[in-house]
């Protein structure tokens, strides 16, 4: 309750600051912590900084990619490796030697049996090699004891193209996992071997063997999840989003943990099910990292023929729990990592470790992770037990061994991403949720790089006052720094509390329509405000022809973020002093009745302030004139109408002025027939004042009459200046 309690404090500190021009800066979120650089501390997805678990490196080896481990009883970890293909040991000090180098092109999986034994399963067209050490001499007294000697034999060869997992049941039977013909094969501990089990689809990926002694296996192709029974009986326990299973991992209670990548496709019309295709060279990695091509340079030197699991894989991975009853739920999903592999740690968490960026995840529940670390290599690719309760970890793209855990980092900083405010600004005092007493450090600079010159770390006495005892400056950063203690340290949340200095606002552009009227916008509340320093969007007023109207709108901006309000002004050509139009507006748009305005030529001026969000006598203003825009309401004159019957014609004169605009045209319509149009004398219609005199031709219905009428004639014109203001005039013609 107290945590609920201090959030919502947080949160409406946020908004009262916000609206009084003290600014916040808060980092509670996920989203928001991954964007900093930890050191040893773990991000929660639910929130909040911890202590990592201890993360180091035991080897660097020579091969560039591991695919599996194994250790023994005594700690040595023993790694599949390729690009050179070997199986190397590592002593828990971290040396390394070579103890098995096959022909093929990879090692893919390892284990070891409860006597000691290693083995080693190569690919492609590969075998399974038992690796046993011989016996070393005794050494004499004083003398170190001699490294073992390693021999290997082949034990099983199932003559398919891959394979891809081994796993021995508690009888001590092997379990082989292949491809191109998705077999698993059984091969029991005096060597006799036979096909266990045979899928539809083509490759079968990984393997596990449950408390009851079933077999699990994750297919690719389906992304199918199988229990088989000892006597061989299959039953699809499930068929994941993912066409492919990259992992599967086991805990005590018989809960199936799966991991799953790579988008399945439907198959082409007709053939039913889905379709997945390996490519003859080792496909690209998605996402970030590099990809696993050219696996054995000394192979010919191009890429290798051998698909590496999990690689091609588009659209991110899953991770699935099966319960003990067989029901199935998604535990943890991502767009850009993808799940190699998957453990336990001391305490029963589930760990994963994923590519390309080589984070190590543990997963606490539905949607509920720590980022816990990342790795250099950009494969986190298998996990086996180490020594003192911890877990050893491999990585590709460069071949390491790491021991995690199982204790916490001593320490770990935790650097947040750098907030520009973007403009000069004052840093204030700093809200802390925390547990743990960790310390706080903050720094700024007027450069977006720290590295430039900034302030050194200062810190941040959260006891008394909280306060960031660094320059003014555009940017700044804060550091946290935990220390392994009981409680363990957390930092749950950071509010930093800032002013920036208030600058004028900016008026960047203003346009006049005569002609238009813009209709208004409803506005919706509750939106939110554009992060400081980011421009506002405000969507263009609609605006419809309406000659009666004139139409103004602008943009502007400030980097405050404050808000603002707008008045605006007229002035008349030729005046000195502006005139109130408007003022108290929020909208950028406004239109007003052109008959208003006396016909003449005019500029616009607005002036935004941003006094909504300043005290009296703290705010500031910018100001920006239009182009000049002429006003004409009044419609030209017509005078000197005449019409004279001329034999078979008619002759009309009349004049067409205008007191400020130009005459645009001019037509005429004999007897209320189609306006026609008529050129002014000298053709060219570019004055406030045009003469016309033109000759209409009379029809002999005109002249004769069809009808026993009169043989009156009405002459209508119509002339237009440059506003489309109208004028009309008329003149009866009488017959003879």
Request: cysteine-free.
């Amino acid at each position: 309750m107290a945590r609920k309690t201090t959030a919502l404090f947080f949160a409406l500190l946020s908004t009262i600051a916000l609206a009084e021009g003290t600014r916040t800066w808060e980092q509670s979120k996920f989203e928001e912590f991954v964007k900093g650089t930890p050191k040893g501390v773990a991000l929660r997805s639910l929130g909040g900084l911890e202590l990592a678990p201890a993360f180091k490196t035991l080897a660097t080896l020579p091969s560039t990619y591991v695919w599996a481990l194994a250790s023994d009883a005594a700690g040595n970890v023993y790694v599949a490796a390729g690009s050179p293909a070997r199986v190397y040991r590592v002593t828990p000090d971290g040396q390394s030697a070579a103890i098995f180098e096959p022909q093929e092109l990879q090692v893919q999986s390892l284990l070891v049996d409860k006597s000691g034994t290693l083995f080693a399963a190569t690919a492609p067209d590969g075998k399974v090699y038992r690796i046993a050490a011989k016996a070393a001499p005794a050494a004499a007294k004083g003398v170190p004891q001699p490294a073992p000697s390693w021999s290997a034999t082949p034990y099983f060869d199932p003559g398919t193209k891959y394979i891809w997992d081994i796993v021995l049941d508690h009888a001590g039977n092997l379990y082989v996992a292949t491809g191109d013909r998705g077999e698993i094969y059984r091969v029991t501990p005096n060597g006799q071997h036979s096909l266990f089990f045979k899928s539809d689809e083509v490759h079968i990926r990984v393997l596990a063997v449950d408390p009851k002694g079933n077999v699990i296996a994750g297919s690719d192709g389906s992304g199918l999840i199988y229990r088989i029974a000892p006597n061989g009986e299959a039953f699809v326990l499930y068929s994941a989003a993912k066409k492919e299973i990259t992992s599967l991992a086991i805990d005590s209670a018989g809960n199936i943990y799966a991991a799953g990548a790579g988008e399945k496709r439907p198959a082409p019309s007709g053939t039913g099910g889905t379709v997945t295709s390996l490519s003859s060279a080792t496909p690209s990695q998605s996402g970030g990292g590099a990809p696993l091509t050219n696996v054995n340079p000394g192979a010919g030197g191009g890429p290798s023929p051998f698909p590496a699991p999990g690689l091609g894989a588009s659209g991110g991975s899953e991770i699935y729990r099966i319960a003990p009853d067989g029901s199935p739920m998604r535990m943890w999903s991502s767009r850009e990592d993808l799940v190699y592999a998957l453990a336990f740690d001391h305490r029963g968490r589930l760990i994963a470790g994923t590519g390309n960026r080589g984070h190590i995840f543990a997963i606490n529940g539905v949607d509920d992770y720590t980022d816990l670390v990342k790795a250099s290599g950009t494969q986190i690719t298998a996990f086996v037990s180490a020594p003192g309760k911890g877990l050893y970890a491999s990585s590709s793209n460069l071949g390491k061994i790491f021991v995690l855990g199982p204790g916490p980092e001593t320490e770990g900083t935790y650097e947040s991403d750098v907030l520009d405010a973007h403009v000069f600004s004052q840093w204030g005092r700093v809200n802390v949720r925390s547990s743990g007493n960790p310390e706080l450090y903050a720094r700024s600079g007027n450069v977006d790089n720290p590295d430039r010159n900034w302030s050194p770390w200062m810190p941040v006495d959260l006891a008394t006052g909280a306060e960031l005892k660094v320059p003014a400056a555009r940017f700044v950063q804060w550091k946290a720094v935990l220390h392994a203690s009981t409680p363990a340290p957390r930092v749950d949340a950071v509010m930093l509390y800032y002013l920036p200095k208030n600058v004028a606002p900016q008026v960047d552009d203003i346009t006049v329509q005569a002609g238009y009227r813009y209709q208004a916008i409803a506005h919706v509340t509750g939106t939110e405000a554009p992060a400081p320093g980011q421009p506002r969007f405000d969507p263009p007023p609609p605006g419809v022809r309406d000659r009666d109207s004139i139409g103004i709108r602008w943009s502007a901006h400030d980097d405050n973020d404050d808000q603002l309000e707008y008045t605006l002004y007229y002035r008349g050509e030729g005046e000195s002093r502006w005139l109130l139009l408007k003022n108290n507006l929020s909208d950028r748009y406004y239109s007003f009745d052109a008959s208003l305005l006396p016909d003449g030529g005019y500029t616009a001026l607005v002036e935004a302030s941003d006094a909504p969000s300043h005290t009296p006598g703290e705010a500031l203003s910018a100001q920006r004139e239009s182009s000049r825009f002429e006003v004409d309401t009044t419609p030209p004159a017509i005078t000197a109408l005449t019409g004279t019957v001329e034999g078979d014609h008619v002759r009309v004169h009349f004049r067409a002025s205008d007191s400020f605009s130009p005459i645009k045209r001019a037509e005429y319509s004999l007897d209320a027939g189609d306006w026609q149009f008529v050129e002014p004398v000298g053709q060219l219609s570019d004055s406030k004042t045009e003469d016309y005199d033109f000759r209409v031709p009379l029809t002999a219905a005109a002249q004769a009459g069809t009808m026993p009428v009169s043989n009156d004639h009405v002459i209508v014109v119509r002339a237009y200046d440059r506003f489309d203001n109208l004028a009309t005039a008329k003149v009866v013609i009488r017959g003879k």
